[in-house]
């Protein structure tokens, strides 16, 4: 075989195995969380905490993880799946994170007592969320594995 033909299959190689030793941040998020859920005064801040480190890890780490191979991006690269990825590391690393903040904050920043943070709104809200975030992630989903599928 031609040495060029060798050169790009190890920089293609070189590249899945550079991306793939990425670090995720939200790989990180979910050991030290996990000790305080009982005892943390503010439940639904720490769902989506918890939610946030979740979501980060599946979608930037375990799909990014995917998505770096190039004998898998040669694939999905364009379809559906890559904004598949993208939304579900977004709405963890930035979204459920900010949720988190200023559901921790804004009862302490407007004087409301102890007991506004928890309500049945605030439970409501953080699943219904999770669910119609889940209900996008399947559809996308779907429709991007019929594009490499093929008709």
Not at 87 to 106: E, K
Not at 112 to 140: H, P
Request: aromatic share 10%; hydrophobic share 45%; proline share 6%.
């Amino acid at each position: 075989m031609e040495p060029q033909l060798w050169i790009k299959c190890l920089k293609l190689l070189q590249g899945g195995i550079n991306g793939a030793l990425d670090i995720d941040a939200g790989s990180f998020n979910v050991g030290p969380v996990t000790p305080i859920v009982p005892t943390h005064p503010n439940r639904m801040a720490l769902h989506w905490t918890i939610g946030s480190a979740l979501f980060s890890a599946l979608g930037a780490g375990l799909l990014g993880l995917a998505h770096t191979w190039p004998a898998v991006n040669k694939w999905t690269h364009g379809t559906l799946i890559t904004p598949m990825h993208g939304h579900m590391a977004f709405f963890g690393a930035y979204v459920m994170i900010v949720l988190g903040m200023i559901t921790y904050a804004l009862p302490g920043l407007t004087g409301r007592g102890e007991d506004s943070r928890e309500t049945s709104a605030n439970f409501w809200s953080f699943w219904l969320q999770i669910s119609g975030m889940f209900g996008m992630l399947r559809e996308v989903h779907c429709g991007g594995q019929r594009v490499v599928a093929g008709p």
